[in-house]
T-cell receptor
Framework: DQQVKQNSPSLSVQEGRISILNCDYTNSMFDYFLWYKKYPAEGPTFLIS?????DKNEDGRFTVFLNKSAKHLSLHIVPSQPGDSAVYFC????????????FGTGTRLQVTL | ETGVTQTPRHLVMGMTNKKSLKCEQHLGHNAMYWYKQSAKKPLELMFVYSLEERVENNSVPSRFSPECPNSSHLFLHLHTLQPEDSALYLC?????????????FGAGSRLTVL
């Protein structure tokens, strides 16, 4: 049973436009959420996180929104740049237990010129 | 070197071979992890070590044997693997094992089992 789901395996967005990547979770014990970005032949790198006490966290062009009632979070990238083309993983964890992040399957973002 | 370094980057082995994957972190972190990434599947946590002590074994078959000789090094010993074990194996570290800790990943070791 997948507790973290990224239902869109891929997304194509034009340069300069907004990219919106979505993630749904089922475990109500999750109280912190992270997005990782992965380029080919590299490991995932941390991008941005959000705690369940917030509904929004912003870092430059990247904003993560959390809707706890819907168990949904999204990552907005504005404006999208070609260098943003990568696979984006959503991850969720429960601070009450030992660190054990649960990851989604990833969404491949392609930013076109 | 900085960050998390994994060797080898690519490994091909037969089902009867014994090989090891190595991970080294230069971040002064206290926790280290092995993850498995198979095609079209989420990253799966295999093992967690905190201060060289294994704190999590996520129902991993015994043909995978981890070793953490110190807080900077982590090994994954491989023995009698199956073709379905072919995957990208990612090592990660974090400041501590509990709470909302950000993981720093290595580039991974791509394993092919023939």
């Amino acid at each position: 049973d997948q507790q973290v789901k990224q239902n869109s395996p891929s997304l194509s967005v034009q340069e300069g436009r907004i990219s919106i990547l979505n993630c749904d979770y089922t475990n109500s014990m999750f109280d912190y959420f992270l997005w990782y970005k992965k380029y080919p032949a590299e490991g995932p790198t941390f991008l941005i996180s959000i705690s369940s006490i917030k509904d929004k966290n912003e870092d430059g062009r990247f904003t993560v929104f959390l809707n706890k009632s819907a168990k949904h979070l999204s990552l907005h990238i504005v404006p999208s740049q070609p260098g943003d083309s990568a696979v984006y993983f959503c991850a969720a964890g429960d601070t009450g237990t030992a660190s054990k992040l649960t990851f989604g399957t990833g969404t491949r973002l392609q930013v076109t010129l | 070197e900085t960050g998390v370094t994994q060797t080898p980057r690519h490994l091909v082995m037969g089902m009867t071979n014994k090989k090891s994957l190595k991970c080294e972190q230069h971040l002064g972190h206290n926790a280290m992890y092995w993850y498995k990434q198979s095609a079209k599947k989420p990253l799966e946590l295999m093992f967690v070590y905190s201060l060289e002590e294994r704190v999590e074994n996520n129902s991993v078959p015994s043909r995978f044997s981890p070793e953490c000789p110190n807080s900077s090094h982590l090994f994954l010993h491989l023995h009698t693997l199956q073709p379905e074990d072919s995957a990208l194996y990612l090592c990660a570290s974090s400041q501590e094992a509990g709470g909302a800790n950000v993981l720093t990943f290595g580039a991974g070791s791509r394993l092919t089992v023939l």
